[in-house]
């Protein structure tokens, strides 16, 4: 390949604590030639995580920098960063990563890093939001990729993925039928981000130059 354009190839840096579901859908996306980019390193500060165990199968070099070790979350998001930024990524991925980062690490990556998280954002910020969805008796539920900021769960958004609720959903049923649509939607922001197509400017989500709403693109498949 020509040197110029394997330069121009973007590089992600992915991170995770569990299953990577949404891992292996974007190693596929990649190895289909659906998305043009390279996971360089994918980090996880659980030893166990099954996400780690796709990586290792995709050939992708994995870190395993458990927040136990470190004495502060300032000590840990530092070492983060010196992993991340060895890698030079264009793009960090969250992908299941279930710790809170400092505001030093957000703004660091601030519009180049991408979160998904399964709720209709700004509603259920946080965890179990499945179960509070279900109490809550919402008719739509669903999932939003967004950019990382200082605010757990509040960055801007880029895509929602809408998912009704139905009469006889568990927390569990519907956690399923959630990921089914992370495993769309992520991949497209992903694509979108690395065709230059998306950008954060100001804390406005511009797409193809043009600023989305705040609650950012509705899908519904
Ligand atoms: C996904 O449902 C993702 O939205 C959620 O963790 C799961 C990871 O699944 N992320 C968060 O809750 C972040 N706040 P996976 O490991 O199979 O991709």
């Known amino acids: 390949m020509h040197q110029q354009s394997l330069q121009q190839i973007p590089r992600l840096v992915v991170l995770l604590s569990g299953g990577g579901s949404n891992l292996q859908v974007l190693i596929d996306a990649i190895a289909a030639g659906a998305i043009v980019a390279t996971i360089d390193l994918v980090i996880s500060n659980k030893a166990d995580a099954m996400g780690l165990v796709r990586a290792h199968k995709a050939g992708i070099e994995t870190r395993v920098i ?13 070492e983060l960063m010196h992993a991340i930024d060895d890698k030079q990524p264009e793009l960090i991925v969250l992908a299941g990563f279930m710790r809170v980062f400092t505001a030093q690490l957000t703004h660091h990556y601030n519009g180049r890093m991408l979160n998904i998280h399964p709720s209709l954002l700004p509603q259920f910020k946080g965890t179990n939001t499945h179960e509070r969805a279900i109490e809550a008796e919402v008719d739509q539920h669903g999932a939003s990729v967004h950019f990382v ?10 895509l929602q993925a809408l998912v009704p609720v139905l009469e006889l959903d568990s927390p569990r049923v519907l ?7 992370e495993h ?25 130059g043009h600023q989305l709403p705040v609650t950012g693109i509705p899908f519904q498949s």
Do not use: T
């Open 149 to 158: 900021s200082s605010e757990l769960d509040g960055g801007p958004v880029v």
């Open 66 to 78: 458990n927040h136990l070790d470190f004495g502060s979350r300032e000590a840990f998001d530092r």
């Open 175 to 181: 956690a399923a039928r959630v990921l089914v649509q």
């Open 184 to 208: 769309i939607i992520y991949p497209i922001a992903i694509k979108w981000f690395c065709e230059g197509r998306l950008k954060l400017n100001n804390n406005a989500v511009l797409m193809d």
